[in-house]
C-alpha cells in the first residue's frame, strides 16, 4: 500500500497548523466543516459510485468525531444509505442534527451494534478516535473496535488516524482499526507511515482543507517517496568516462565475514558510482574478487583476521582521492579494528563524504564522540540495536518512538542519521526528517543493510548531498525490496539478489540518457 502524501506532521505540529488557521480568522467549525468535505471527496473518489450504498461511521465524542457527522452529511446528500454509531452521546451537537436533516440514521452504540451493521455495509468509516489518543483502547470505542477485529469486509476507511494508533509513535493497540484507506485531515501523520500502525492504515491520502501553504511548508518531516528524490540523479552523456560518477572506497570485511565488503560494492556499483575501491584483508579482497571484477584493491595487513589499526595511517591517499568512502559493513569487533575505525573516522579530511555502518557505528562509541567531533560530512546507518548501543538506551525504547530516536542521533552527531528497519527514518541535524512508509520483507535478510550502504556512498559520490542521497538509497532499496517480494518472494529473495534489483528501479526512475 502506498502513501500519497508530501507532508507529515505530529500531534503537535497539528494543533500548531490549526492555531495558525484560526489567527488567520478560520475558526474550528469552519475548519471541521472544510476537513469533513475534503475526506468527503476522497471517499468519493475511492468508493465511486456512492449513491444507494451502505455506509457505517463509527463516530467518538471528540473532534475526529465530529468530523465523522459532516462526512456523514455528505454522504447521505449523495444519496448513500447512511447509519451513524455514537460511541457515547454527543449532547446537543448541532452537527447530529444537521446529519440527521440530511437523512443520517444516528443511535448510540450498543453491545453488537457493530457487527451486525458491519454486515450490512458496503463500506465502513472509522471516526472514532483522533490524534490527541494513544493506545490502549478503554470503554465503549473499544468494545465498538473489538466487535470487529479481524474481519476484512467491507472496505474500510479511517479518518486521519486508524482509531486506536499513535499518531506520533504509530503503536497500535491490538483492537486498533484495520484501514484499506486512511484520509488525513490536512497533512499526513507521522505514526500512519511507521509500523505497526502503517500496516493498519492502508493507502494514505493527505486532503487540502485550507491550512496555510507556507505553514505546511515549514513542517520538518517529509513522506519518503523514491520517485519524487530521483530528481537528483545525475544525467549520463554520451561523452561520460568512469571519472564522470565518482569514485567509491569501502573499508570493510573480516575474516569471518567476508561477504559484507562485496554487497556493498555491488550496491554501489548498481547504484552508478563509475569507481570502486575495496581496502581490506586478503581473504575478503579474494571473495569480493571471485563475486565483482570491476572493483580495484587495496590489501590491508590484518591481526587475527581483523583489519589491523596501523593501516589508518596508510590509506591517507585512498580517501583523499575518493568521492565517497564506506566504512564498517562486516568489519567485525576487535581492539584493532575498533581502533582503525575510531581512527579513520577522526581523522577524515574536512567535507569527505563518508557512510558509516554495522560494527564501524559500534566502534565509535556514543553518537556524540567522534561523530561529532569528524570533519567528514557522515550518514549514519544503524538498525535499531545499533542506535540503542549509540544513545545509551534499550532497542525497546527505540522502537518505541523511533523518530525521536533518530532525530535525536542526528542532532547529537552532527551528522545525517538513517534509522533502519521497516519505516526507515532520515534525520538530518537540523531537525528535518523523511520516513519511508514502504515495509518490504525481503529486505528482512542478512546482508541487505550492505547494499544500501554502498548505494549511499554511490550517490554521495555522483555529487548528491548526503541527505539526498541517504533519502534516494533508502528509496530504491526499499522499491528494490519490494521489486524482490514480487518477483522472487519475500522468504526466498537474499542480499545477493539486490544490487540487480537496485539498478532496474534506478532505470525506471530516470533520469534518462539523452538520445
Known amino acids: 500500500m502506498t502513501v500519497h502524501a508530501r507532508y507529515l506532521c505530529t500531534t503537535s505540529e497539528m494543533r500548531r497548523l490549526e492555531e495558525i488557521a484560526a489567527e488567520s480568522g478560520t475558526d474550528e467549525s469552519t475548519l471541521m466543516e472544510t476537513a469533513g468535505a475534503a475526506i468527503f471527496r476522497e471517499i468519493r473518489k475511492a468508493a465511486a459510485p456512492i449513491a444507494g450504498k451502505g455506509v457505517l461511521v463509527l463516530v467518538g465524542p471528540g473532534n475526529n468525531g465530529g468530523d465523522g457527522l459532516v462526512i456523514s452529511r455528505h454522504l447521505a446528500l449523495a444519496r448513500a444509505a447512511v447509519t451513524v454509531l455514537l460511541s457515547r452521546a454527543r449532547g446537543d451537537d448541532p452537527l447530529v442534527d444537521l446529519a440527521e436533516s440530511a437523512g443520517v440514521?444516528?443511535?448510540?452504540?450498543a453491545d453488537g451494534d457493530v457487527l451486525a451493521a458491519f454486515a450490512d455495509s458496503d463500506l465502513v468509516i472509522d471516526c472514532l478516535l483522533g490524534i490527541g489518543s494513544t493506545p490502549p483502547v478503554r470503554g465503549s470505542i473499544g468494545k465498538m473496535l473489538r466487535e470487529v477485529t479481524g474481519l476484512v469486509e467491507p472496505f474500510r476507511i479511517a479518518c486521519d488516524i486508524p482509531s486506536g494508533t499513535d499518531a506520533d509513535t504509530g503503536a497500535a493497540d491490538d483492537v486498533a482499526f484495520n484501514a484499506d484507506l486512511t484520509i488525513a485531515a490536512g497533512p499526513a501523520k507521522v505514526g500512519t507511515s511507521m509500523y505497526p500502525a502503517r500496516g493498519l492504515s492502508g493507502r494514505v491520502v493527505e486532503t487540502d482543507i485550507g491550512l496555510s501553504p507556507a505553514a505546511l511548508e515549514e513542517l520538518p518531516g517529509r513522506v519518503l517517496v523514491a520517485r519524487r528524490e530521483a530528481a537528483a540523479l545525475p544525467?549520463?552523456?554520451?561523452?561520460?568516462?568512469?571519472?564522470?560518477?565518482?569514485?567509491?572506497?569501502v573499508l570493510?570485511?573480516?575474516r569471518a565475514y567476508r561477504g559484507a565488503a562485496a554487497l556493498t560494492c555491488m550496491g554501489a556499483a548498481r547504484s552508478g558510482a563509475g569507481l570502486i575501491t575495496l581496502a581490506s584483508i586478503e581473504p575478503v579482497i579474494?571473495?569480493?574478487?571471485?563475486?565483482?571484477?570491476?572493483?580495484?584493491y587495496r590489501s590491508l595487513s590484518e591481526i587475527d583476521g581483523h583489519i589491523a589499526a596501523e593501516n589508518a595511517d596508510s590509506i591517507t591517499d585512498l580517501i583523499e582521492g575518493a568521492n565517497s568512502v564506506v566504512i564498517g559493513p562486516g568489519i567485525g569487533r576487535s581492539a584493532e579494528s575498533d581502533e582503525f575505525v575510531r581512527r579513520v573516522v577522526a581523522n577524515l579530511p574536512a567535507g569527505t563524504k563518508a557512510v558509516v555502518d554495522a560494527d564501524g557505528l559500534n566502534a565509535c562509541g556514543t553518537i556524540d564522540g567522534i561523530f561529532k567531533s569528524s570533519s567528514g560530512n557522515l550518514v549514519l546507518t544503524p538498525h535499531p540495536g545499533e542506535m540503542a548501543r549509540l544513545l545509551g538506551i534499550d532497542t525497546a525504547k527505540v522502537q518505541s518512538d523511533?523518530?525521536?530516536?533518530?532525530?535525536v542521533a542526528a542532532a547529537g552527531a552532527g551528522q545525517v542519521v538513517?534509522?533502519?528497519?521497516?519505516?526507515?527514518?532520515?534525520?538530518?541535524p537540523t531537525g528535518a526528517y523523511a520516513i519511508s512508509p514502504v515495509g518490504a520483507?525481503?529486505?528482512?535478510?542478512?546482508?541487505s543493510g550492505d547494499v544500501l550502504a554502498g548505494a549511499i556512498a554511490s550517490l554521495m559520490a555522483q555529487g548528491l548531498g548526503r541527505a539526498a542521497s541517504a533519502r534516494l538509497g533508502v528509496g530504491i532499496h526499499a522499491s528494490a525490496g519490494e521489486k524482490a517480494g514480487k518477483s522472487i518472494g519475500a522468504a526466498g529473495t537474499t542480499a545477493d539478489d539486490l544490487p540487480d534489483l537496485v539498478a532496474s528501479v534506478l532505470q525506471e526512475l530516470g533520469p534518462a540518457s539523452p538520445d
Not at 440514521?105 to 452504540?109: E, F
Not at 579474494?286 to 580495484?296: G, H, K, N, Q
Not at 523511533?402 to 532525530?407: C, I, S
Not at 528497519?421 to 532520515?426: H, M, Q
Open 105 to 109: 440514521a444516528v443511535s448510540l452504540y
Open 235 to 249: 544525467h549520463r552523456a554520451p561523452d561520460s568516462h568512469k571519472g564522470s560518477f565518482g569514485k567509491v572506497v
Open 286 to 296: 579474494a571473495a569480493t574478487a571471485s563475486r565483482i571484477s570491476s572493483v580495484t
Open 418 to 428: 538513517v534509522l533502519k528497519a521497516a519505516g526507515s527514518i532520515v534525520a538530518e
Open 402 to 407: 523511533r523518530l525521536t530516536a533518530a532525530l
Open 252 to 254: 570493510a570485511g573480516n
Open 441 to 447: 520483507p525481503a529486505l528482512a535478510h542478512a546482508g
